[in-house]
């Protein structure tokens, strides 16, 4: 079996799809997508292209260090990224060859079903109860949110007290109905973190993410002792040397690598092992589309450490198409009872409605992430 052709598909809302065909009939799928970065993937894959048509594709490990040691540049989002989306696309072909799921594959799946958590509360955290409210509704038992929005190094008291407030409240509204999880998303810096995590210790949040951005990893780790609530750490870390120092310091009890940034299934498996060999849980961020969902919960079925998927159903985000819209009805998501099911279909065990995947590509999108200032007119963290 040869490879033939990559073809990509910039769709709406901020996504990018890749197909990958052989001779044999076969495609995959992957999705090679940086968020706001859309078309530079494409183009990476384009150049990809030249290197990847008439390989095997069932050589993924080959492939996969061909693409990451050839031409002396490599890891970093848009290279990862891009080399992410392959890998899915060649361990949904190695599935379908073999007519199994990637899990099977990979060992087995050690679970049936994973827990999920969505999004509430957009990009500035605001009617957090009613969209709990409706999540609660739908079958799901956690969250997450964003703590606050912008945020000065060192911010004024009353910044902190609205953080502290809507969370309280949030937590007498839902009771013990809802777990949540905080994203500080890059936007607190170190001399506020201290601060909101003692201040958040009673209303135990499941985790909280990014606590301050993944280059602060040395402060990360003096938080991480000098706090009850775990820490998270992973979206914007790139590849199994990126996790060295936050295994090795210590840093974090939650790691979230997002498998479209981190090297695909193949560096994904890799890094929720290694994890487990220091009693770190494996969270992994997916606030993307449905083909990286697919991937992630082939790892959290074959991941001991997993414990939960985040996911985007319903997403704010998520304007002119959601994920079950590019999946063909029998293939599409749901929650159940605070769990997703491990696809047994396979490869990576959905079918996505190719029709409407190509008609969404004739639009595309020009998604790019909002540009935030402090009163002072400085540069926030979005």
């Known amino acids: 079996m040869k490879i033939t052709a990559l073809e990509t598909f910039l769709v709406a809302p901020r996504w990018l799809f890749l197909k990958v ?65 392959v890998d899915m696309a060649l361990w949904d072909i190695k599935g379908k060859h073999h007519d199994a799921p990637v899990h099977e594959l990979l060992g087995g799946r050690v ?37 606050c929005a912008e945020m000065q190094i060192v911010a004024r008291h009353r910044d902190i007290d609205a953080v502290l407030r809507r969370v309280s409240d949030f937590r007498t509204a839902v009771g013990s109905d809802m777990d949540f999880a905080l994203d500080f998303h890059g936007r607190v810096h170190a001399p506020m ?123 704010h985000y998520n304007q002119g198409a959601d994920m079950n819209d590019y999946l063909l009805p029998d293939s599409r998501f749901s929650c159940t009872d605070g769990y997703m099911d491990i696809p047994h279909g396979p490869g990576l065990g959905i079918e996505l409605d190719e029709n409407f995947i190509r008609k969404q590509a004739l639009t595309g999108h020009r998604w790019r992430a909002p540009t935030w200032r402090h009163e002072d007119g400085s540069i926030a963290e979005w």
């Open 21 to 85: 065909d052989t001779d044999a009939g076969i495609s995959g799928w992957g999705e090679p997508v940086l968020e706001g970065r859309a078309a530079t993937l494409a183009a990476a894959i384009d150049e990809l292209s030249d290197a990847l048509i008439g390989q095997d594709p069932l050589r993924i490990e080959d492939i996969w260090q061909m693409i990451y040691r050839n031409g002396c540049y490599r890891g970093g989002p848009v290279l990862m990224s891009a080399l992410a989306g």
């Open 111 to 147: 679970r049936d079903k994973v827990r999920s958590y969505c999004w509430i509360g957009g990009d500035r955290p605001q009617n957090l109860i009613e969209d709990a409210g409706r999540l609660m509704a739908n079958g799901y038992d956690a969250c997450k949110m964003n703590a």
């Open 193 to 315: 973190a201290k601060i909101l995590l003692r201040e958040l210790e009673p209303l135990r949040p499941l985790f909280v993410e990014d606590a301050v951005v993944s280059e602060q990893l040395d402060t990360m780790a003096d938080l991480s002792r000098d706090t009850s609530i775990p820490l998270c750490v992973g979206e914007r870390l790139h590849s199994r040397y990126a996790f060295k120092p936050v295994f090795e310091k210590r840093a974090a009890s939650v790691i979230n690598p997002d498998i479209s940034h981190v090297g695909g299934l193949s560096e994904m498996v890799r890094i929720g092992h290694w994890a487990e060999a220091y009693d770190i849980a494996l969270a992994p961020h997916c606030p993307l589309g449905p083909i990286t969902l697919a991937a992630s919960l082939q790892i959290d079925a074959i991941c001991h450490n997993a414990f939960i998927q985040e996911q985007s159903l319903g997403m």
